[in-house]
T-cell receptor, first 115, second 114 residues
Framework: DSGVTQTPKHLITATGQRVTLRCSPRSGDLSVYWYQQSLDQGLQFLIQYYNGEERAKGNILERFSAQQFPDLHSELNLSSLELGDSALYFC??????????????FGNGTRLTVT | GENVEQHPSTLSVQEGDSAVIKCTYSDSASNYFPWYKQELGKGPQLIIDIRSNVGEKKDQRIAVTLNKTAKHFSLHITETQPEDSAVYFCAASVYGGSQGNLIFGKGTKLSVKP
């Protein structure tokens, strides 16, 4: 068990809808990362937060947004959903210390199916 | 930006044999190279990592080698067991400060036949 908790495990929704994915990082970790995993694209980095602030942005669509709250949990919001958004969404956390000596630990993901 | 290529995409070995997975990266500034194992229905799990100031690292049956000049790194699994069957991902990043976003290879599905 990595210590990273993601809810829900599965989500089925219709095109055009909006969903929220939730992540609780490991105790003590300040950084949260979101990744999308699809069959043809592999693991794609979406966005990183460090102690409540956005720190790095990857291939995140404008329809997607995220935030990290004062208690360090994070939410990924996906809106105007399209069939192509169906994928596994992973959250990872790390200590995020300035020396950079902290590996990422992944949760078990949320499987999103858009119908 | 960084690009990571991983080969092969599938690998089948007999139990007890060795398995080797290779990755190349494009950004010479990358200095952190982890390997993850993903089992069905689970998230990627870190199994070993190496930093650019080290050429090789071993942990029991698993070893990783890094050639900075050629910009490639490899995962070696010796004495493979059926429980090693999973998808393995290599990744690279410029590790420093609070920015540690990893760029992943597309994965290698390893099957170990008993």
């Amino acid at each position: 068990d990595s210590g990273v908790t993601q809810t829900p495990k599965h989500l089925i929704t219709a095109t055009g809808q909006r969903v929220t994915l939730r992540c609780s990082p490991r105790s003590g970790d300040l950084s949260v990362y979101w990744y999308q995993q699809s069959l043809d694209q592999g693991l794609q980095f979406l966005i990183q937060y460090y102690n409540g602030e956005e720190r790095a942005k990857g291939n995140i669509l404008e329809r997607f947004s995220a935030q990290q709250f004062p208690d360090l949990h994070s939410e990924l919001n996906l809106s105007s959903l399209e069939l192509g958004d169906s994928a596994l969404y992973f959250c990872a956390s790390s200590v995020g210390d300035p020396t950079g000596n902290s590996p990422l630990h992944f949760g078990n993901g949320t499987r999103l199916t858009v119908t | 930006g960084e690009n990571v290529e991983q080969h092969p995409s599938t690998l089948s070995v007999q139990e007890g044999d060795s398995a080797v997975i290779k990755c190349t990266y494009s950004d010479s500034a990358s200095n952190y190279f982890p390997w993850y194992k993903q089992e069905l229905g689970k998230g990627p799990q870190l199994i070993i990592d190496i930093r650019s100031n080290v050429g090789e690292k071993k942990d029991q049956r698993i070893a990783v080698t890094l050639n900075k000049t050629a910009k490639h790194f490899s995962l070696h699994i010796t004495e493979t067991q059926p429980e090693d069957s999973a998808v393995y991902f290599c990744a690279a990043s410029v590790y420093g400060g609070s920015q540690g976003n990893l760029i992943f290879g597309k994965g290698t599905k390893l099957s170990v036949k008993p």
